[in-house]
């Protein structure tokens, strides 16, 4: 079965950089979707960005445009989130998610989580 593991989070200062990293492992299909989500104490869940594995089309949310990037390593299944520019309302735990098939943005359509990893944004 399909597993995900998040790395890279950790404490930063405002206007600084981290590189989140989400290794598959397990994937039966070539075409799927990875997509990377967010959750501050408190909110809900919220979609960040994703990318196809099919043809490495990628979106972002709007507040994060311009300031992070999604890419993947295609030979180890692994994809990345490069987040510069970080701010306080950065801050929360960020999840990478999968599925078959073309890409979505909204959570119910990921079945596969990973654990997540904490990012903090704060002077």
């Known amino acids: 079965q399909l597993q995900l593991v998040e790395s890279g989070g950790g404490l930063v200062q405002p206007g600084g950089s981290l590189r989140l990293s989400c290794a598959a492992s397990?994937?039966?299909?070539?075409?799927?979707?990875i997509g990377w989500f967010r959750q501050a104490p408190g909110k809900g869940r919220e979609w960040v960005s994703y990318?196809?594995?099919?043809?490495?089309?990628?979106n972002y949310a709007d507040s994060v445009k311009g300031r992070f990037t999604i890419s993947m390593d295609n030979a180890k299944n692994t994809v990345f989130l490069q987040m510069n520019s970080l701010q306080p309302e950065d801050t929360a735990v960020y999840y990478c998610?999968?599925?078959?098939?073309?890409?979505?943005?909204?959570?119910?359509?990921?079945?596969?989580w990973g654990q997540g990893t904490q990012v903090t944004v704060a002077s």
């Open positions: 998610a999968g599925r078959g098939g073309f890409p979505a943005v909204g959570k119910q359509f990921y079945n596969y």
């Open positions: 397990g994937f039966t299909l070539d075409y799927y979707t």
């Open positions: 990318i196809t594995r099919n043809s490495g089309l990628t």
